[in-house]
């Protein structure tokens, strides 16, 4: 058998490393923010969260992606999809979704509100939650997909990330 394509789980892992590398950043930025005195260098601070913002609009949604059209339909054949640890995850894209834009609309709303505590408060919340997401996603889906998953169906997942990313890197 073949075994020069890249594993899905590599794949994914590595993407968790990127996720990982930006949320270390957004902590330090939201650290910053509420020890400064400043406003303008809370307003540089607020510019490099909007940067941010713009990795987790589009690699961090296309991570999500590789997850809901790839790994998760087919481990969901062994494991469910409607409970268990692909429905904690799912929801949990949701809620990342909703913080997300939650976060970049007070944000954009900082120039007039100069409301800094809610944009700490949200970014904090988001980084919690993805890095506990990430946690459990190593630690046991990522673990039952390596058991459960044939090199054939590891190699029709990889093929698709590689239509996801290639999708959305067309519509930017």
Request: charged share 30%; net charge negative.
């Amino acid at each position: 058998m073949d075994n020069s394509f890249l594993d899905p789980i590599t794949i994914l892992k590595s993407d968790h490393e990127a996720v990982r590398t930006v949320l270390n950043n957004l902590d330090g930025y939201l650290k910053k923010i509420s020890k400064v005195s400043s406003d303008g260098l809370r307003n540089n601070l607020i510019n490099q969260l909007n940067e941010i913002t713009v990795f987790i609009d589009k690699d961090l949604e296309v991570h999500f992606k590789k997850e809901e059209d790839g790994l998760f339909p087919i481990l969901g054949n062994y494991i469910g999809t409607e409970t268990g640890p692909i429905h904690v995850m799912l929801l949990e894209h949701k809620q990342s979704r909703e913080l997300s834009s939650e976060f970049k609309s007070k944000i954009k709303s900082y120039p007039y509100a100069k409301e800094y505590n809610s944009i700490v408060n949200i970014g904090n919340a988001f980084i919690k939650l993805l890095s506990e997401h990430i946690d459990k996603e190593e630690q046991i889906l990522f673990n039952i997909a390596d058991m459960q998953l044939s090199q054939e169906e590891k190699r029709g997942i990889t093929e698709k990330f590689l239509t996801i990313s290639s999708s959305v890197s067309r519509e930017t």
